[in-house]
Structure formats: structure tokens, C-alpha cells
């Protein structure tokens, strides 16, 4: 028995005429949702092969529904897998301290055993590189720019492997790898489907940029898994407090989920774990580098009016006032005062300590006499005037350097930084003894071209599947690009490298694999359509894995033969 009661798009009666806004908008390609049911709207469903599908392998239906459940994790743990295992392997190599790990190793070890950084000596990288485990940290203190978080995890890696690149370079490969399974996981949520999340893996997998990250003891590919879980944290989030509204909604006699005003307006989402744990993530973000606070700003945003979403399609007339009432003091609590004690604790080895960079300066240094030291602990004025000092050496950074880079660029690659490079002469280290001239081994800090060129298209595609469309999915990953894209914009003139980029790559990746659903075509397209879709998203996927593939050599340092070298110089200004 079906329904006589009228169902509605966008919030009017169906049959209506749209009015002139959107009358308007469809010359662009504006389409309203389809009708669907209230609870599918709320808490949509994860698409499952059909039948057809199944019986092409000869799979019964109820033995397909069991291994469509398995795929739920087996296809991210196999993508993991693969991600894994290119990552670590030779991870040690090159067998050198490369660009920034020059601070950053150092930084980590000197943290790990003494628990603040200390001032290195600046010709003791060939010490470290000949047998790191004598070395012992400096106890006079070192001035740094970024928080501890960063430099605490790689210092995790060299406590278990010791002062060596492997040690070092450990635990960025293991949130390497670990991102790879959260975006395939999260790109299942997000588009309900397990074979989009595992493409978005995938992608991520063979980007360039993300793997040479996870293989260097930088700080951003840190920074990025911290984001990309808070990104996660807050989807389960907004599925959880949907599935508790459609709840708590009322079902009419025929058994349909029907919307409330009252319930909508008035129901409190009560205890919501994930979006504290999203806070404490956003907290260690910010404790990596401090552009994790832009991060911040736009997924509390973003958070904020996936309520009012929620709470308009549940039947509230003025969804913006009842988030007002219900939400938005415990979205704030639950967020920004947790994310600020995250940061706190994460200079608890400064803290605890006594000889940290500025420790004293409220107690024994120039600040003991300040106005303010009966109201705040020295520890707390200490830190302040430290942020203070890092702060102005940020703004104030526009030194020239030869890999610096536009933001602009980084979405074409335009200039991508060189982490390590030498020539290798014929027959020695690595290099074939009939090489003609001579080897070149390089570490290229290069995102897979095609995938970021086809990047390039796919957020014009969510930009447009977000205006147009009204998709807040396309908006979800909008949103988490620009937050880590956009404010890069406001320091034109500060030196800034496009490894920076590393924080939304999973988010294109995600862009891109939206994209390639569209290729694939929309659900109930004919066979036709389909083999037409699969061929050309095929085509695409495989030319970016090839791509990875091709340029896999200058990404590890693997010594090539000068004309091959040259050959993957694809753009003079990535020499």
C-alpha cells in the first residue's frame, strides 16, 4: 500500500511549480533531489550489487549480501595493504638526512629523551647518519616554530628503531598507510558505496605527493592525518545524530517515517562522542602546525550546518533558530575548548621541564614582573610570550628560496620541491655499469601529475555538483580542501612550499573519485551507459596508476640514468 500524503522537494508540496530562484538556477544544470523516502533521506542507505551482478559470478543473492559485507573492510585493508607495502619498502633509503628532516629528526629525538628540543650543532648530520644511537641531544635549549605534536610521533619511531632514517621516517609511513584506510573507509560513508571509498584509497595510495610525504619526517603528512580523522569523526557524527532523529520521529499508520516540526525543532542530540573525539583531533592538528586552527574554523562551520540540514529535513520550519537553541553551545563545547586542552597537553614535556626555549621567562626572565602574574601560572605566560615570538617569525617569513611556490601552482604542480638529489657515477651505487653519462637519484616532492591535472576537474565538478545540485557531499569536500588550500592565499608573500598541499590531498582524491562515480553514470542508467562509463573511468584510473608507476623512481631516490631523469622533467620549472 503506498501513501497518499504529498511528499516534498526542497520543502513544497511536488507537483508545485519551483519558483523563479530555481527556475533560474536550472539553465546551470540545477536539479532538486529526488523524492525519496524520510529515513533514506536522514540516514541514506550503502548501495549493494544487484542480483544481475551476483549471478555473473554464479553468486547466490544471500551469499552476495555476506560478501558485500565482508568487502566493507576487506577492500580497504587490500588497498592498506598495497600502500603499505610501498611505502615501507626501502624506507631507509636514501640513507641521508633529506631537506627538513634536518630539524625535525633532531627535533624529535632530542623531545623523546629529554622532552624539550635542543640547540644541535650545525655539522652533526654525518655524525647521526654514521651511528645515531651514540648521539645524545643537546641540553642547552633550541628555538623552534611548531608545536611538539608532530615531532613526538616521529620521535615514537626512532625510540623504536633507533636515530636512523628508518627510525625517523617509521611513524610517518605507518599514518601514511593508516590514512590510505581511514579515506577508503570515510569515501564508503560519505558516497555509500565501498567501491568509490576504495577508489579514493587507491588514489590517495598512488599519489606522489602523499607517498613521498609518508616516507620523510616532515611534519604536514602528520598534520594530515589528524585532519583527515577529524574529517571522519565528525561524518560518523552526522550519521549518528541523523539515525537518532529519524528515530524519534513519528511513523504514520502505514508504517511511513513522517516529519515533525515540534521533534525537529525541540529534540536534543544529547552525548555525541565523535564530535568530541573530533575535537581532541583537531586539538593535535593544531599541536602539529598551527594552520590545522583554519582547518579548525571550517569544520566546526561545516559541522554547524549539518544540524540545520538534519533538522530541516525532519520538518523544522526554522531550522536555523533550533540549532541555535539546541546545537550550537554544545557543537562549541565540544570542539573549541577541547581542541585548546588537547594543545595545552601537548606541550606537557615543556611544560614539566625546566630548561625548555623561554620556560623561565615568566619566573626568572623579563616577564616576572608583569601586571598579569597573579592571575596566570608562569608556565602559562612563558608559553604565551613563546606563541607570541613564533607567531611574528611566521607572518614576517618571506625569505626567498628556490622551491618556493604560489598556491596558485600546486593544484598544476607547478613547482614542486626537490628533498635530495646526486649524481651517481656509472657502476656505483645503484647506477648500471653501461650507463652512457651518468645516474641521477632524486627525491622529488611531486604529486602524480594526471591525478592532480584530472584534480583539477573533478572540484570543478563537486563546485558545481554543490551549487547546482545541492549535494552535501560535494560541499563536505569542498569545504575540507579550501580549509586547507584557501588560507595559503592570504600569505602571498610568505615563503611557502607546495608540500604544504599534502594536508588535501585526500580530499581531492575524494573529488576525484566522486567525479569518476558520475562517469560510471547515475543509478538506472542502461547497459550502454554503463559499459561506456566503466571504459572511460577505467581508461582514467589506470593512466594515473601508470603515472605514479612512471615516476616512482624520482620519488624514492632510485638511481636512473640521466635521459630518464630528463624525461620525467615534464615542466622546465621542475628542475
Request: charged fraction near 20%; include cysteine; hydrophobic fraction near 50%.
Amino acid at each position: 500500500m503506498t501513501s497518499t500524503a504529498p511528499q516534498t522537494i526542497e520543502g513544497r508540496d511536488a507537483g508545485q511549480p519551483p519558483p523563479d530562484r530555481l527556475r533560474r538556477l536550472r539553465r546551470f544544470g540545477y536539479a532538486a533531489p529526488p523524492v525519496t523516502g524520510l529515513r533514506d533521506r536522514l540516514v541514506p542507505p550503502y548501495t549493494r550489487p544487484t542480483p544481475a551482478f551476483w549471478q555473473v559470478f554464479g553468486v547466490r543473492r544471500g551469499d552476495g549480501d555476506v560478501l558485500a559485507a565482508i568487502a566493507a573492510w576487506a577492500g580497504p585493508l587490500l588497498v592498506a595493504l598495497v600502500a603499505g607495502v610501498l611505502r615501507f619498502w626501502n624506507l631507509g633509503k636514501p640513507h641521508a638526512v633529506i631537506f627538513d628532516e634536518t630539524y625535525y629528526a633532531k627535533d624529535a629525538w632530542a623531545l623523546i629523551n629529554q622532552g624539550y628540543e635542543g640547540s644541535w650543532p650545525k655539522d652533526v648530520d654525518k655524525t647521526i647518519l654514521r651511528d645515531g644511537s651514540a648521539v645524545m641531544p643537546p641540553v642547552d635549549p633550541g628555538y623552534v616554530v611548531h608545536p611538539p605534536v608532530g615531532k613526538w610521533v616521529i620521535g615514537i619511531g626512532e625510540k623504536l628503531f633507533d636515530f636512523t632514517p628508518f627510525g625517523w621516517r617509521f611513524m610517518v609511513a605507518v599514518l601514511g598507510t593508516l590514512s590510505v584506510l581511514m579515506l577508503c573507509r570515510i569515501g564508503r560513508r560519505l558516497f555509500r558505496s565501498t567501491f568509490l571509498g576504495c577508489l579514493a584509497g587507491l588514489l590517495l595510495a598512488v599519489d606522489g605527493l602523499h607517498f613521498v610525504m609518508s616516507r620523510t619526517a616532515l611534519l604536514d603528512l602528520v598534520l594530515m592525518f589528524f585532519v583527515l580523522a577529524a574529517f571522519g569523526a565528525l561524518l560518523l557524527d552526522r550519521d549518528r545524530t541523523r539515525k537518532r532523529m529519524a528515530d524519534a520521529l513519528p511513523v504514520d499508520d502505514e508504517g511511513v517515517l513522517r516529519p515533525d516540526a515540534r521533534i525537529a525543532e525541540s529534540l536534543r542530540m544529547g552525548w555525541r562522542p565523535w564530535r568530541l573525539a573530533a575535537g581532541v583531533l583537531l586539538g593535535l592538528a593544531a599541536g602539529t602546525k598551527w594552520n590545522g586552527l583554519f582547518v579548525m574554523a571550517a569544520f566546526c562551520v561545516m559541522s554547524v550546518l549539518w544540524d540545520v540540514g538534519m533538522r530541516r529535513t525532519a520538518g523544522a520550519v526554522r531550522p536555523y533558530a533550533a540549532v541555535l537553541r539546541r546545537d550550537l553551545v554544545p557543537a562549541f563545547v565540544s570542539t573549541v575548548p577541547v581542541a585548546l586542552v588537547t594543545y595545552l597537553v601537548t606541550w606537557t614535556g615543556w611544560i614539566v621541564t625546566d630548561k625548555g626555549y623561554h620556560r623561565q621567562w615568566a619566573s626568572t626572565g623579563p616577564g616576572r614582573d608583569s601586571a598579569w602574574g597573579w592571575l596566570f601560572p608562569d608556565w602559562l605566560r612563558s608559553l604565551w610570550h613563546y606563541e607570541a615570538q613564533v607567531l611574528d617569525f611566521h607572518v614576517g617569513l618571506t625569505d626567498g628560496h628556490t622551491y618556493e611556490s604560489n598556491p596558485w601552482s600546486w593544484l598544476v604542480m607547478g613547482r614542486p620541491v626537490s628533498y635530495y638529489y646526486e649524481d651517481v657515477q656509472p657502476g656505483k651505487g645503484g647506477c648500471p655499469a653501461g650507463t652512457v653519462d651518468k645516474c641521477a637519484s632524486e627525491v622529488l616532492a611531486l604529486g602524480t601529475p594526471l591525478l592532480w591535472w584530472a584534480g583539477c576537474f573533478a572540484l570543478a565538478y563537486v563546485a558545481w555538483r554543490w551549487l547546482f545540485r545541492r549535494d552535501w557531499r560535494a560541499g563536505a569536500i569542498l569545504c575540507a580542501f579550501l580549509a586547507g588550500w584557501a588560507p595559503w592565499l592570504h600569505y602571498q608573500e610568505r615563503t611557502i612550499f607546495v608540500f604544504y598541499a599534502v594536508v588535501f590531498v585526500p580530499f581531492l582524491c575524494l573529488a576525484v573519485a566522486m567525479m569518476i562515480g558520475a562517469i560510471l553514470g547515475p543509478p538506472g542508467s542502461d547497459e550502454r551507459r554503463r559499459a561506456v562509463g566503466a571504459i572511460g573511468a577505467g581508461v582514467l584510473v589506470l593512466l594515473i596508476v601508470w603515472n605514479f608507476i612512471y615516476f616512482h623512481p624520482i620519488y624514492t631516490g632510485a638511481p636512473i640514468p640521466l635521459d630518464d631523469w630528463r624525461n620525467r622533467m615534464w615542466l622546465d620549472t621542475w628542475v
